[in-house]
């Protein structure tokens, strides 16, 4: 609600108030139940109350056939019967105190954090004025959304909005306040016409201030109000009178409300500027990309290498025009450059970058991916928004994850690493069939190898190494021999519920010949493996002393227990209070139960699988891993 709809609504309070009927609000109230907003906005007591009062009907409003009165209307009659009755609003702590125990009672009405409401009920009864709470407040999110709530719905000052400003700039932690604050600014300008007058006057004074630089872009835009001759005036007013810091943020806000009328002329304002090194590279370039500005030389200027203090304005510039030029050679060619730059700071807006671009071109986002990977390795890896991209065609990142595990650069491998490792559900790492059919026996078996060194998480090892025996085809001799190997010594060595999904797979009754064939010879061997394993018999001599083993076991048990009383007492979880649920039984009833038949509660569990290979012989299996890490592939040779 604006400062315009508030005063119309508190205009018409007034003049109930001077009604002779007036005098049973406190009965009203009193007698309300305030447990459900529709109970008491409709119900007939206060309909009739209204209307004894003679209240205009723009405020008594049908809802499906119901009569209701305003929500913000009743709401005055609710806060101005909480004033008259002693509410502490000395100041802003007292006053959210006292409304928090009021909002006990009188919710949804009138909630605990709406002392913003009150305060301009102070300030238009004129008992206290807001100016004077933002002079008194220590100014934190919860004070700001407070003031801001009543700046919003009053006619205040020229003199008050400049305190409010000063306060927000010497304030700390209050990032995005700002934007608030200019989004209400523009709006009161261009509703109250004396304050608008009075800003127009003072503009030069604001721009000089260090305190108004976050709201001189608000400013502007409130007093052009989008109108050709008011941005004239201005423009030509201010454009000369400042220097090169003031004037990017000057033409910064006139390119937020250029008419369209004026935006060659702007253009061609800013390339002057640039032209005359007034502004620099990284400036030039956001004007253009909010001004959605185009052409060869911008273009040429985006590609250009970037330097130390470029990387945001091209950034900045090819994410504005992310839906405009996405399929242009000169818009991938800045991407790249963009996406290889080692910009720790910027990771949030690369992802972002991501994001929006997905819309647009998927193949480009996994082109940017891949100059990243080759470049940056498992560093700033911009995953944040991987399952998304993966979730918009599961084909297409079946292709380059093959292609990835298929290239020569040990950076893209080690992205894999991390890739690999982070994805919630394994189901998504495969390779992709009709490409994997498509490369030579040796680039195969690369690929088998680099998942094999690359990719320690157990299900999505299993499942990539399965999707290659999908893709693998029965004259495929090489890659299934090598395959093979791979699974005995590596695989399953570690992995021995590898075991039950190739018996899974054996159980099959449509399992390919070619696989049946690579997977019965595994299989008989682990089981005569560990028919063999059995028959060894273990000598007493070789055992342990039970009771030291028992005496070990018992002191070991003393010292986990004590590490984790510490930790419950110092530690993080300390701060979080514990408790204990007894679910032998549940009790919950289907809608088609006519009778509860208390059953067991289902049982929910984890399970995961320590490699074996480190327990049994981790030099081995670190040396398989560098191995298979290490292997060229020009030293795949089948030829």
Known sequence: MGSIEYNERFSEFERLRMCNGYHKRDVIIENASFEILDKWIKSPELFDFFKSCDVSDAYLMDQVGNKMVDKVFSQLMLIEYLVEGGLDTSNLSSLGAALKKAAERYKPLLYWNESGMVIAYLEKIAIKEWSSFVGEADMDWNNFNILHKAFSVLEVSFESVLDFLKSLHSATGLTGASHQVSRTLIEKLSAQPVLAARFDRELEMLIDEKYAEDFVTAVIIGLVEGKVENFDRLLDRVKDQFGNEKLYLLLWAFGRCCPDERRKDFQDLIKARFDAKQLDKAQYLKLCGMCRFVGDD??????????????????????????????????????????????????????????????????????????????????????????????????????????????????????????????????????????????????????????????????????????????????????????????????????????????????????????????????????????????????????????????????????????????????????????????????????????????????????????????????????????????????????
């Open 298 to 639: 911008l273009y040429a200027l985006a590609k250009e290498p970037i330097v130390s203090g470029d990387f945001e304005g091209v950034h900045d510039y090819v994410y504005d025009l992310v839906a405009l030029e996405h399929n242009k050679k000169w818009f991938s060619h800045a991407a790249i450059q963009i996406f290889i730059a080692d910009e720790p700071s910027f990771i949030g807006q690369l992802n972002l970058f991501l994001y929006s671009l997905c819309e647009h071109n998927l193949d480009l986002v996994y082109e940017l991916l891949t100059n990243r990977f080759e470049v940056m390795g498992e560093y700033q890896l911009l995953d944040s928004n991987l399952d998304h991209i993966i979730d918009l065609d599961h084909d297409r990142f079946h292709v380059y994850l093959t292609k990835w595990f298929n290239s020569e650069n040990r950076n893209v491998h080690k992205a894999m690493l991390r890739i690999c490792s982070g994805r919630n559900s394994s189901a998504n790492c495969k390779v992709s069939q009709h490409y994997f059919r498509t490369l030579p026996a040796e680039e195969k078996v690369y690929i088998c190898i680099k998942i094999a060194g690359f990719v320690y998480s157990m299900e999505q090892l299993q499942s990539l190494l399965f999707s290659v025996l999908d893709a693998a085809l029965p004259d495929d001799e090489a890659l299934l021999t090598n395959l093979q190997g791979i699974f005995v010594d590596y695989l399953i060595y570690n992995y021995r519920s590898t075991l039950d999904m190739i018996k899974e797979r054996l159980n099959d009754t449509k399992c390919p010949a070619h696989q049946r064939e690579f997977l019965q010879p595994i299989d008989d061997d682990y089981e005569n493996y560990f028919k063999n394993l059995n028959r060894v018999k273990v000598f007493k001599e070789l055992q342990s002393d039970a009771k030291l083993e028992e005496f070990s076991r018992f002191y070991k048990n003393q010292l986990f227990a004590a590490s984790m009383k510490e930790s419950n007492s110092k530690g993080f979880l300390s701060m979080m209070k514990s408790v204990n649920l007894y679910a032998k039984k549940w009790a919950i009833r289907r809608k088609e139960e006519k009778v509860h038949e208390v059953a067991e509660l289902a049982l929910i569990q984890h399970s995961f699988e320590f490699p074996s290979g480190e327990k049994l012989d981790p030099t081995r299996q670190e040396t398989l891993r560098r191995n298979y890490q290490r292997i060229q592939k020009h030293e795949i040779n089948f030829s």
